[in-house]
T-cell receptor, first 113, second 112 residues
Framework: DTGVSQDPRHKITKRGQNVTFRCDPI?????LYWYRQTLGQGPEFLTY????????KSRLLSDRFSAERPKGSFSTLEIQRTEQGDSAMYLC???????????FGPGTRLTVT | RKEVEQDPGPFNVPEGATVAFNCTYS??????FFWYRQDCRKEPKLLMS???SGNEDGRFTAQLNRASQYISLLIRDSKLSDSATYLC?????????????FGQGTILTVHP
């Protein structure tokens, strides 16, 4: 059973550097979501895709953030010019169209020093 | 007012106890609701969807009160392995369908 996978699991970077994370959804799930979670809080929605189309973006997603899903399969989330406030767990989830349930990957923990 | 509010706890209960968590949501048009469980430093895992008629899965019972915009989760006969953070989750509507809004989470510790 292949669940949602994310890579890398941990990333430490210096302020000002760019980072890119990858998410592979469950096969045949055509919806893919990105969330961010900081300590002591629930996850916050960032953006989501149906196939390759990006359908909604949160106001949390500043212009330093960009997400892509070029072939409707895996997705990447890039953060440019990282700031200490970007330190968080970045979670990816997927679901099938027509179903509500989203399944989460293990997350990428980003630390900006 | 937060879109989804939960009592953060922590709840500390002995094994075998019954414990209930509550959650309120602000958007009366919301249609679908969930409880997720999250272990320390792990991803959230879907525990159960919440239906209008209420639903039960083993020791877990979820209830929805649309009039009061209130969701609950009851855990009976608590096990040590139930120790986790329980997240109340509301799905968006219309163009925001799929955008999950999470509560802060309620921490549960079950002790021997």
């Amino acid at each position: 059973d292949t669940g949602v996978s994310q890579d890398p699991r941990h990333k430490i970077t210096k302020r000002g550097q760019n980072v890119t994370f990858r998410c592979d959804p469950i096969s045949e799930h055509n919806r893919l979501y990105w969330y961010r979670q900081t300590l002591g809080q629930g996850p916050e929605f960032l953006t989501y895709f149906q196939n390759e189309a990006q359908l909604e973006k949160s106001r949390l997603l500043s212009d330093r953030f960009s997400a892509e899903r070029p072939k409707g399969s895996f997705s990447t989330l890039e953060i440019q010019r990282t700031e200490q406030g970007d330190s968080a767990m970045y979670l990816c989830a997927s679901s099938k169209t027509g179903t509500d349930e989203q399944y989460f990957g293990p997350g990428t923990r980003l630390t900006v020093t | 007012r937060k879109e989804v509010e939960q009592d953060p706890g922590p709840f500390n209960v002995p094994e075998g106890a019954t414990v209930a968590f509550n959650c309120t949501y602000s958007n009366s048009a919301s249609q679908s609701f969930f409880w997720y469980r999250q272990d320390c430093r792990k991803e959230p895992k879907l525990l159960m969807s919440v239906y209008s008629s209420g639903n039960e899965d083993g020791r877990f019972t979820a209830q929805l009160n649309r009039a009061s915009q209130y969701i609950s989760l009851l855990i009976r006969d608590s096990k040590l392995s139930d120790s986790a953070t329980y997240l109340c989750v509301v799905n968006g509507r219309g163009t925001s369908y799929g955008k999950l809004t999470f509560g802060q989470g309620t921490i549960l510790t079950v002790h021997p």
